[in-house]
C-alpha cells in the first residue's frame, strides 16, 4: 500500500490514500482530510520530558513558551515585525509575572535568538539551539504558549497539549489564503486565538489527527 503525506502535487490514483490537511482542499474517494498537519508528537513523550528544562526556570512563575519559527516568502522576520511580537510577550510577562521560554526552530535565523536574548535578558530562558527534548520539555511546562504564525506544522503539534495557543501574527507580504484558512479553523474549532495584551485560559479537545488518520486507514485497510 502506497500512503502519501500532504498534496502530492500529482495524480491522486498514484496512491492508495492521500492523507492531507484541509486547508488543502484536495479531494477523492482516497483522501483522508485532516485539521491541521499530522506529526510525530505524542502526548506520553511530551510528559516524560517535563524535567528536562525544570531546573533552568523560576518555579514561583507560570510559564509561557514562544516557539519561534522563520522567515519564508509569505513571513518576514524583520525586526520591526520582531520586535511588535516581543514587546507584547514581554508586556504579558510583566503583567502576569511570568516566566518566558523562547525555542527556535530550524528556520529561526541566529540574529532573531540573539535579539530575543538582549529584549528579555537574563531572567528568562532563551535556547541558542534546535533542541526536541526542550521543546517537548517547555509543551508540558507551560500554562500559555505563543506561536509564530508562518508555521502551520507547529501549530498542529502544540494543540495536542490542549493549552492555550496564542498566534504571533506577522503581516503578510503576498496572498497567504492557505495559511490564513488554516488557522481561521483552529480559531472555530476554538485552539488558538491571536496574541493580544490580555492571556486568559480556555478548553478545548485536544488535536491529535495522527492517530485519527491512522485508525481511519486501518479500518479501510482491513
Not at 514562544?66 to 516581543?86: E, M, R, S, V
Not at 502551520?152 to 503578510?172: C, Q
Not at 495559511?179 to 491571536?194: A, G, Q, T, Y
Request: net charge positive; aromatic share 10%; glycine share 4%.
Amino acid at each position: 500500500f502506497n500512503i502519501h503525506i500532504q498534496d502530492p502535487k500529482g495524480s491522486l490514483k498514484n496512491f492508495d490514500f492521500v492523507v492531507a490537511p484541509e486547508h488543502d482542499n484536495l479531494k477523492g474517494e482516497n483522501v483522508i482530510s485532516t485539521k491541521g498537519a499530522i506529526h510525530y508528537l505524542t502526548l506520553d513523550e511530551i510528559n516524560q520530558n517535563r524535567a528536562y528544562l525544570a531546573d533552568k526556570i523560576d518555579h514561583n512563575r507560570d510559564v509561557l513558551t514562544l516557539i519561534l519559527g522563520g522567515p519564508t516568502k509569505y513571513y518576514k522576520y524583520t525586526k520591526a515585525n520582531i520586535d511588535k511580537i516581543f514587546s507584547k510577550i514581554n508586556y504579558n510577562l510583566n503583567k502576569k509575572n511570568l516566566q518566558l521560554i523562547v525555542i527556535p526552530s530550524i528556520r529561526t535565523p541566529k540574529e532573531i535568538i540573539e535579539i530575543a536574548k538582549e529584549f528579555f535578558g537574563l531572567n528568562h530562558l532563551i535556547l541558542n539551539n534546535v533542541d526536541k527534548k526542550a521543546y517537548l520539555s517547555s509543551l508540558s511546562l507551560s500554562k500559555f504558549i505563543v506561536v509564530t504564525c508562518d508555521s502551520s506544522s507547529m501549530i498542529s503539534e502544540v494543540a495536542l497539549t490542549g493549552k492555550p495557543i496564542y498566534i504571533a501574527e506577522i503581516p503578510a507580504s503576498k496572498d497567504d489564503y492557505r495559511f490564513k484558512k488554516f488557522r481561521d479553523l483552529f480559531k472555530e474549532l476554538n485552539i488558538i486565538r491571536e496574541l493580544s495584551d490580555n492571556l486568559e485560559i480556555w478548553n478545548y479537545e485536544r488535536l491529535d489527527e495522527t492517530n485519527r488518520a491512522a485508525s481511519e486507514i486501518k479500518k479501510k485497510l482491513f
